[in-house]
């Protein structure tokens, strides 16, 4: 399954209309306000937009980001607190609109320690899902480790995912440039087996959900966040390759985070290479 990150200007609904121009199975946006804390309720009218506009569509799947205003391992108490509210609304209209999963970076400690922001992170998921009844899935994103983010190694988000009473809540978005970022040399098909082996180990690939097909301009290590357009980065276009053709992976999205001539001249270098 294969897509991208859409525009939603205009309405949400309008998402997939660019899903169908770039000939997308899933895509990816944000389903509320991505630069404000200010959510306005949803009207029944752009509910039923959205959904009809989703029944007429090719595309088959839609992952939510919930936006980078939210930080659960932040030291400021008024900031958790707001991202605790955040990423529950979030829920709640991703439930309405019909969306099943929520991609959601772990959080940054700041002037905290990495163990104090995994507390609050834990802390923060568990108090989100406490009285949460719906259907979506919140997903980690593993990171390339830049600044004090949490989630550039494996383990930090097994850890998580361990202390989470609502297990099920909980899945896993790999992205495979902040992987190579984060020191996992995902940059070729050796590296892709022995990287993948290991995420099994240590939390199993039963957990991915969502696949963001990054490439990374940045050196493997670098903990730098720098998309690249595919095969304009550090990873083998094999790599690539090998991830859409992947069984395991087949019904997952699999999703591009590019801008819009980028995406589109990214998702024929893909498809060329599916076909192959």
Avoid at 49 to 56: C, D, H, L, R, S
Avoid at 125 to 153: H, S
Avoid at 241 to 255: A, E, G
Wanted: aromatic share 10%; net charge positive; glycine share 8%.
């Amino acid at each position: 399954m294969l897509g991208a990150t859409v525009p939603a200007k205009g309405g949400y609904y309008m998402a997939f209309e660019w899903g169908d121009k770039w000939h997308c199975q899933c895509v990816q946006f944000y389903i509320t306000p991505s630069r404000t804390w200010k959510v306005p309720e949803l009207s029944k009218d752009e509910i039923l937009k959205f959904k009809t506009a989703w029944q007429k569509s090719k595309v088959k799947s839609v992952v939510a980001h919930i936006p980078y205003l939210v930080n659960l391992a932040s030291v400021d108490k008024i900031l958790w607190n707001k991202s605790i509210e955040r990423v529950k609304i979030e829920l709640s209209r991703a439930d309405k609109l019909g969306v099943s999963l929520l991609v959601l970076h772990p959080g940054s400690f700041g002037n905290s320690t990495i163990e104090k922001g995994t507390e609050r992170i834990i802390l923060g998921l568990n108090k989100i899902l406490e009285k949460y009844k719906g259907n979506a899935k919140i997903l980690l994103e593993t990171m390339a480790g830049q600044g004090t983010m949490i989630g550039f190694r494996f383990e930090h988000l097994n850890f998580i995912l361990k202390k989470i009473n609502k297990s099920q809540s909980i899945g896993i978005c790999l992205d495979i440039g902040h992987l190579f970022s984060a020191g996992y040399n995902i940059g070729n098909v050796k590296g892709y087996k022995k990287t993948l082996s290991e995420f099994n180990k240590v939390i199993g690939l039963e957990k991915i959900k969502a696949i963001h097909l990054n490439d990374s301009k940045s050196d493997l290590g670098s903990r730098v966040d720098r998309h690249a357009s595919i095969g304009k980065g550090k990873i083998d276009l094999a790599v690539f390759q090998i991830f859409i053709k992947d069984k395991r992976f087949k019904n997952i999205p699999k999703l591009l985070e590019l801008k819009e001539d980028d995406t589109m001249e990214s998702l024929k270098v893909l498809r060329k290479l599916y076909e192959n």
